[in-house]
């Protein structure tokens, strides 16, 4: 169960809030509901309690486990399998959607590294900026760092 004022991540939205838990009338049926904001864009998410493990909503990382996302960025030791822009885009999107900065981190590192042999597509693009950014933002609160520089220790993994 989260509190009000508890930071949570909501899965391909990142960090945000829960701003309060409110009951609301559905039908015949009071349900509970976490209204979470989306620190990234101030977008309102309601989440109801009941779904929010089903959803994938859960806490920020330790900063222990920050070490095991930089494992998995500097992982070099991985295949990328040779398959279609689009294909990969879907197989990518549905780590993003997992909610786990585990896969995340898998998404960023296997673009960036897909960078260099050849030039992505704008969706790749975008996506390899979506994964950045979720990361930079949680890594940024489970070290108590400023995003500036998380994102420049992630860049600093990529730098050949």
């Given at each position: 169960m989260f509190k009000m004022g508890q930071l949570a991540v909501y899965?391909?939205?990142?960090v945000g809030v829960i701003e309060s838990v409110e009951e609301?009338?559905?039908?015949?049926q009071l349900h509970k509901f976490y209204i979470m904001r989306i620190l990234e864009n101030e977008?309102?998410?309601m989440i109801p309690v009941a779904n929010?493990?089903?959803v994938g909503l859960r806490p920020v990382i330790s900063a222990r486990n920050v070490r095991d996302v930089y494992a998995i960025l500097q992982d070099r030791e991985v295949v990328i399998e040779n398959q279609t822009w689009?294909?990969?885009?879907?197989?990518?999107?549905k780590k993003?959607?997992?909610?786990?900065?585990?896969?995340?981190?898998?998404v960023l590192r296997d673009l960036f590294l897909l960078?260099?042999?050849?030039?992505l597509s704008f969706g790749e693009r975008k996506m390899l900026d979506t994964a950045r950014n979720l990361l930079v933002k949680e890594?940024?609160?489970?070290?108590?760092?400023?995003?500036?520089?998380?994102?420049?220790?992630l860049e600093s993994f990529f730098v050949a």
């Open positions: 899965p391909a939205h990142g609301r009338r559905i039908g015949e977008m309102i998410i929010a493990e089903s689009n294909r990969r885009y879907r197989d990518y999107m993003i959607k997992t909610g786990s900065v585990f896969e995340v981190a898998e960078r260099l042999d050849k030039d890594i940024s609160i489970a070290k108590k760092a400023s995003e500036d520089t998380v994102a420049a220790e």
